[in-house]
Structure formats: C-alpha cells, structure tokens
C-alpha cells in the first residue's frame, strides 16, 4: 500500500484545513489508517485513527472537538479536518496505514507540513 499525503499549509489561528490520504496498491489489506503530527524538536505523536471497513475513529484528548478523521472507500482516501487551529497544532502530518490484526503501522505517506500562525 502507497500512501500519499496532501493539504498542509500555512493559515491563521482559528482556521481550518483537510488533509487528504490517497492510499494505493493492496487498499484492500488496509486494516487502519491513521494520522500522526511531528512538531519541531518533539516526538511524532499519534493524532487519531480511523477503522477502515468500519469507519470508526479514536482521536487524542488533544484534538478531540477540533479535528476529525473520515474516509471515502470508494476513493480509497482518508481525510483529517483541522478546525479552530491553534499555534501548537503546527507539525508535519503524516498518514500511516496497517493491515488488519497487525499492531505496526508499515504503510506511511511523504508528510505534509501545517503551519499556524498567532
């Protein structure tokens, strides 16, 4: 599975973005696909994930009431949509998929950078 992340950018606090996760190859083995976010000079940490036969979502305490996790099978892409950003949500976000019953993420997209500005 090929992972493609896409829909950062730079925009002001109490903004919104979707990123976007095309996933190709073998979706079908596509367990879960999941979002993490790297801040400068932090560890990547986990932001949410989505079930993706069954559509449900986990997100961290974090972001919960601000970002969602959702996904077109049909298009075989996951989104993740930021509202009410803030200055600390600016990191690199990745996409990472794994197989069903598999507890490893081995499918990761390229990253796509959000910026917040104050």
């Known amino acids: 599975v090929q992972l493609q992340a896409s829909g950062g950018g730079l925009v002001q606090a109490g903004d919104s973005l979707r990123l976007s996760c095309a996933a190709s190859?073998?979706?079908?083995?596509?367990?879960?696909m999941a979002w993490f976010r790297q801040a400068p000079e932090k560890a990547r940490a986990w932001v949410g994930h989505i079930g993706w036969k069954s559509g449900t979502t986990n997100l961290a305490d974090s972001v919960k009431g601000r970002f969602t996790i959702y996904r077109e099978k049909d298009k075989n892409t996951g989104y993740l949509q930021l509202n009410t950003l803030e200055p600390e949500d600016t990191a690199v976000y990745y996409c990472a998929g794994r197989r069903a019953g598999s507890m490893d993420y081995d499918y990761w997209g390229q990253g796509t950078l959000v910026t917040v500005s104050s």
């Open positions: 190859g073998r979706t079908a083995s596509l367990g879960y």
